[in-house]
């Protein structure tokens, strides 16, 4: 079996799972959120609150607030938690999903942008998940309980891309070892802003949850926060004013891919999270700015897709590797910039 501590690894999430949603009423007078909280939570002590609170795990109007802060009137209140709700239960559903490969061991599916891969905050069905719940619905293995049964690694919802899921618990946990030790083999392309002056690097810098807003990850390059975290690029084109690249994970971390391009100024094109859902680059002029307007709204997601995926056969011992071709929306985008750049000089 593997470590408590390599399963703890893997599940790092970006995810926090909604526990309460509060909206004060309009006449409610200045009140402490613990003794508020307090009030409305059945079977719950002050000190559990406080202790919540001291995690920013309590949220008002989406902001982490202390456990002294006073409510006002309209303010929505949320209790989040790493945990899941108990009464959550994973429901099989028919979802379509477009599968690579499948053996008695594991399946390796290529997930499409937009689709959830298991549930949490504000996603409690129609995710990947729930739909191996229903092919996968004669594995014991899917019939546990267990709120990611099969899961080894994770990608976000607006990133596509390749996924190996566990059919059996000797799967999982061979698979996750590779991926704990980083023998699994991971490339993801993507659109990036700006221009790079060299054709390769590596980018190091331990990534954490962000101090003020913790639905982003934050990069502490002193090491003072957060988990190490290596990142490997390559360009593969210059399209101007911004470039297709690739990249290869040492580690997996959430978001990794994605903080780390902004730490070094290049974000992820249309990426809402980190900033490149701005226009970054470029001129002043209002052509190119309707220009690059009308690319977010042909991929109205981050530029990123998980390509490519190699690992060992639990079983077999064979490795195993898979390929992708990059999705319509993003290779529509990268034709668009291509044929911007051939038409005009740029700065």
């Known amino acids: 079996m593997v470590s408590e501590e ?51 795990c309590i ?5 982490p607030v202390k456990s002294n802060y006073k409510v006002k009137p309209a303010d929505v209140i949320s209790v989040v938690l790493p945990q899941p709700v108990y009464e959550l239960q994973l429901i099989p559903q028919n979802i379509p999903l477009n599968i690579l490969y499948e053996d008695d061991s594991l399946i390796v599916v290529n997930k499409e942008a937009g689709l959830v891969v298991h549930p949490g905050h504000g996603n409690y069905d129609g995710t990947l998940i729930n739909g191996l719940m229903y092919h996968l619905k004669d594995y014991p293995l899917f019939k546990a309980g267990e709120m990611r049964p099969g899961l080894v690694h994770r990608i976000d919802k607006n990133t596509s891309g390749i996924l190996v899921i566990a059919k059996t618990e000797f799967a999982l946990n061979h698979l996750a070892k590779q991926f704990y030790d980083r023998t699994s083999k991971r490339s993801y392309v993507a659109l990036v802003w700006g221009s790079f002056s060299e054709p390769e690097g590596t980018i190091e810098g331990n990534i954490g949850r962000n101090l003020k807003d913790r639905l982003k990850m934050h990069v502490f390059p002193d090491g003072s926060e957060g988990k190490h975290a290596v990142t490997h690029y390559k360009v593969i084109e210059n399209l101007g004013y911004i470039t297709l ?77 898979f390929d992708s071709e990059i999705p319509a929306d993003m290779t529509k985008v990268i034709e668009k910039w291509k044929t911007y750049t051939n038409s005009r000089d740029l700065d």
């Open 6 to 56: 390599i399963i703890s690894e893997l599940n790092e999430s970006s995810e926090l799972f909604e526990h309460h949603r509060f909206t004060v009423d309009k006449g409610q007078s200045l009140l402490r959120i613990d003794k508020f909280l307090f009030n409305k939570i059945e079977n719950i002590s002050r000190s559990k609150i406080q202790a919540a609170a001291e995690a920013s």
């Open 59 to 63: 949220l008002v109007n989406e902001t």
């Open 245 to 321: 690249i690739e990249c290869r994970l040492e580690t997996g971390r959430t978001h990794q891919m994605r903080v780390h391009m902004e730490y070094i100024g290049h974000p992820i094109f249309n990426d809402d999270r980190y900033g490149g859902d701005r226009i970054l680059k470029g001129t002043t002029f209002s052509k190119y700015k309707q220009f690059v307007y009308n690319c977010f709204e042909v991929m109205p997601r981050h530029a990123l897709h998980a390509k490519s995926l190699g690992f060992v056969h639990p079983v077999t011992g064979k490795e195993m590797f």
